[in-house]
T-cell receptor
Framework: DGGITQSPKYLFRKEGQNVTLSCEQN?????MYWYRQDPGQGLRLIYY???????QKGDIAEGYSVSREKKESFPLTVTSAQKNPTAFYLC?????????????FGSGTRLTVV | AQSVAQPEDQVNVAEGNPLTVKCTYS??????LFWYVQYPNRGLQFLLK??????LVKGSYGFEAEFNKSQTSFHLKKPSALVSDSALYFC???????????????FGKGTKLSVKP
């Protein structure tokens, strides 16, 4: 079955460490997205990529980095510069065109700073 | 600029009663509208969408939504709520004419639906 796989499901990070969240899709979707979810704040867009080797900053990109070397993969690195990284992170993908299509979401990664 | 609002943080309904989760939007052109549901510690699942055509859209799990252009609303409804419908619901909009957003979905902040037995 096609879908999006996020790993790990739970991740613990020490202060000052970088961590990378994995997102892989086998839907042949062109566009991929990373969102951060905090209680009461809905979904906030971190980064998105509409084609391979290209990505754009979202609303809250500071302290995060991404790469898009393959169509199937869009890993997110939470760097030590991100001061409050504890959150639920969601990856999504979408057909780039036509944009009448919605998003398919992964199951999320819960990151906790310890 | 496009935006979407979900005016209620929480909606409480008794099982068997009808439910409505409200959503209003603001776009420059004709919107593409979506509803998603999220269960605890899970990703969002697609419920339904409005692109064009009939203003009443039917989706998964018995949900439906009505597109009202004059009121710029897209409220989610279900005739008879189930306890298992308790979850977080997100409305989202896409403006195909908004080049600045590059066609990205804009999400509301979510409404928590609680259905009591």
């Amino acid at each position: 079955d096609g879908g999006i796989t996020q790993s790990p499901k739970y991740l613990f990070r020490k202060e000052g460490q970088n961590v990378t969240l994995s997102c892989e899709q086998n839907l042949n979707h062109d566009a991929m997205y990373w969102y951060r979810q905090d209680p009461g704040q809905g979904l906030r867009l971190i980064y998105y990529s509409q084609i391979v080797n290209d990505f754009q900053k979202g609303d809250i990109a500071e302290g995060y980095s991404v790469s898009r070397e393959k169509k199937e993969s869009f890993p997110l690195t939470v760097t030590s510069a991100q001061k409050n990284p504890t959150a639920f992170y969601l990856c999504a993908s979408s057909r780039g065109n036509p944009i009448a299509y919605g998003y398919t979401f992964g199951s999320g990664t819960r990151l906790t700073v310890v | 600029a496009q935006s979407v609002a979900q005016p209620e943080d929480q909606v409480n309904v008794a099982e068997g009663n009808p439910l409505t989760v409200k959503c209003t939007y603001s776009v420059s052109g004709n919107p593409y509208l979506f509803w998603y549901v999220q269960y605890p510690n899970r990703g969002l699942q697609f419920l339904l969408k409005y692109i064009t055509g009939d203003n009443l859209v039917k989706g998964s799990y018995g949900f439906e939504a009505e597109f009202n252009k004059s009121q710029t609303s897209f409220h989610l409804k279900k005739p008879s709520a189930l306890v298992s419908d308790s979850a977080l619901y997100f409305c989202a909009v896409r403006d195909p004419q908004d080049g600045g957003s590059q066609g990205n979905l804009i999400f509301g902040k979510g409404t928590k639906l609680s259905v009591k037995p």
